[in-house]
């Protein structure tokens, strides 16, 4: 039985991959944006331990999820799943004057990384719209560029997997990956979402806990239970560090080594 943290699973693939987890018999902490939600994440899923609360869109709320979990003890595992969508139509801003995509998507996945005590699996959601994103390292934060919406959410998700390829070199006693679910019905997706809801969330859960070799790898990216082949440009060691070295620049918090 293992003991596993899921972020954004208040709804969505986040709260099918906790109700998974309790199926399979393992203990599972949910994490909600607030208090309204949290309340409505303990209804949904019962069973769970706890349900961590706190807003991603901030560092410091980022760093409150990390130190609300860090309290709750050691996890085996930790989904990296919350997330929001292409459809920002325009730049929104966070009160850290960074754009929501990237710092619910990409900054908070990084903060919580680093400060959450280290558990033996790490697993990232992507998408596989990562592919082709060519993500713009120099202008993460969207100051260089006219704002596209759909390039934001590709970009973050193609610099998702550079964070699980970069924890899986640098932490080797950890397993670290990255998965896309196909594209499916949740409040993301959108109702004519063309993948099969049941299967979107199998991945991340299996990657999490379990025992099958095929499971164990590292700095791997998946679609439905398989290894997949990512975007080239994920396996680049110098984009790695570099997106590492802006997210420690950018929140104030370094990965450790
Ligand atoms: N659905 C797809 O087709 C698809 C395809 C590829 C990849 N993905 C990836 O899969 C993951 C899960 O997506 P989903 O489809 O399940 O989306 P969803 O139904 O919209 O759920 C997203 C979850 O993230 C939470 N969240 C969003 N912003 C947050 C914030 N600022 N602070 C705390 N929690 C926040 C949401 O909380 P609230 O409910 O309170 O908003 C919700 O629990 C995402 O990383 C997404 O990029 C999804």
Excluded at 36 to 61: F, K
């Amino acid at each position: 039985m293992a003991r596993v943290f899921v972020t954004g699973s208040s709804s969505g693939l986040g709260l099918m991959a906790g109700e998974l987890l309790v199926e399979q018999g393992h203990r599972v902490v949910l994490h909600a944006r607030n208090p309204a939600r949290a309340d409505e994440t303990r209804r949904a899923l019962p069973q769970a331990e706890a349900v961590v609360v706190g807003d991603l869109a901030s560092v410091a709320g980022a760093r409150g999820v990390a130190d609300e979990a860090n309290k709750l003890g050691r996890f085996d595992a930790i989904i990296h799943n919350a997330g929001v969508g292409y459809r920002e139509a325009r730049p929104m801003k966070t009160e850290d004057g960074l754009p929501h995509v990237f710092a619910i998507n990409v900054l908070a996945p990084y903060v919580l990384t680093a400060l959450i005590e280290r558990p033996d699996r790490l697993v990232y959601l992507s998408s596989g719209m990562h592919r082709g994103a060519n993500a713009r390292l120099d202008d993460l934060t969207w100051t260089k560029r006219a704002w596209n919406g759909a390039q934001a959410y590709a970009e973050s998700k193609f610099l998702d997997v550079l964070i699980a390829f970069a924890v899986a070199r640098r932490w080797p006693d950890a397993l670290s990956n990255a998965l896309e679910p196909g594209w499916v019905a949740t409040r993301m997706g959108g109702p004519s979402a063309p993948d099969d809801l049941d299967q979107a969330h199998r991945t991340q859960v299996w990657l999490a806990v379990s025992d099958e070799p095929e499971a164990r790898v590292t700095g791997k990216y998946f679609r439905y239970l398989r290894q997949r082949a990512p975007d080239p440009q994920t396996n680049s060691p110098e984009l790695q560090d570099r997106l590492i070295a802006e997210c420690g620049s950018l929140s104030g918090v370094a990965l450790p080594e």
